[in-house]
Structure formats: structure tokens, C-alpha cells
């Protein structure tokens, strides 16, 4: 299994919306199934984007950008590759990457975009760029030095 982890750090869910909506335009989302695992639904804020800019439903309708009830009952079909977004506190992103690796088959390749609200989680920064891969901007995926 390849798992390749990123990390992003938003400062309103309009910000992290335009970060996947960016994302999702320049990667084809029909190659990858995308799970969502979010403590905030992102819902109102991607519609409103949509609309008014423009962007292309066609790369996001198949995501889910409901809040999730319960990480536990959040089942998806696996698929060999997968990408997970993950929003929420410390722990909720914490318990949805155990999760996560605990249902995945070892020929998947996925990525886990791990998403942190900047205000609440900046003194934790140094420690979650180290365990990430790429850092998640909206220009696009960076490789962390």
C-alpha cells in the first residue's frame, strides 16, 4: 500500500473550499475516488463558490462535502486510488487516519489530505509538517524539504 500524506492549513472553510476546489480542477478527480472524512460540513461554502466563479461541477459532484456524523460509520468502496480529505480538530483527524489505514487493501494508493484550521492548530505546525509529505497550498501539492 503507497500512502502519501499531506498536510494543509486553511483559515475559513471558504479558504480550504477554494484550496479543493483549485485542487480538484488541476487533478482529475474521475481517475481517483475521493472520500471525505470533515468535522465542519464544507457544503453551502463549495455551492456558493461554484456558482459564482464558475467552476466546474462536473469535478466535484461526486463528493461528499457533508459534515460526517461518525467517523466509525462512514463506510466507502474501496477502489485502488483513493483520496481521502480530512478536516477537523487534532483527534478527529488523528482517528479518521487510523481508520482510514485500517480498512485500505495493501495494493491502494492513496493520498490522505490532512486539513487544519490555521488559528487552532498553528502551535502544532512544526510537528504536523514533519509528518506529512507534501504541504497542500492553492497552487497546488509541495514537496516538504
Not at 471525505?36 to 463549495?46: M, N, P, S
Request: hydrophobic fraction near 35%; charge should be neutral; charged fraction near 35%.
Amino acid at each position: 500500500m503507497k500512502v502519501e500524506r499531506l498536510c494543509n492549513f486553511y483559515a475559513c472553510k471558504y479558504h480550504l473550499s477554494i484550496i479543493l476546489l483549485e485542487y480538484f480542477k488541476w487533478k482529475n478527480s474521475k481517475k481517483y475516488k475521493v472520500i471525505t472524512f470533515l468535522q465542519d460540513e464544507l457544503e453551502d461554502e463549495i455551492n456558493v463558490l461554484i456558482e459564482k466563479y464558475r467552476y466546474n461541477i462536473e469535478e466535484t459532484k461526486d463528493i461528499n462535502f457533508k459534515k460526517t456524523k461518525d467517523i466509525y460509520d462512514n463506510e466507502f468502496e474501496k477502489s485502488k486510488n483513493m483520496i481521502f480529505i480530512v478536516e477537523g480538530t487534532m483527534d478527529y483527524i488523528s482517528n479518521a487516519n487510523e481508520f482510514i489505514l485500517d480498512m485500505l487493501e495493501k495494493n491502494s494508493n492513496v493520498k490522505i489530505i490532512n486539513c487544519y484550521n490555521f488559528a487552532k492548530q498553528k502551535k502544532f505546525m512544526p510537528d504536523i509538517i514533519k509528518e506529512s509529505d507534501k504541504i497542500l497550498y492553492t497552487t497546488g501539492e509541495k514537496i516538504i524539504d
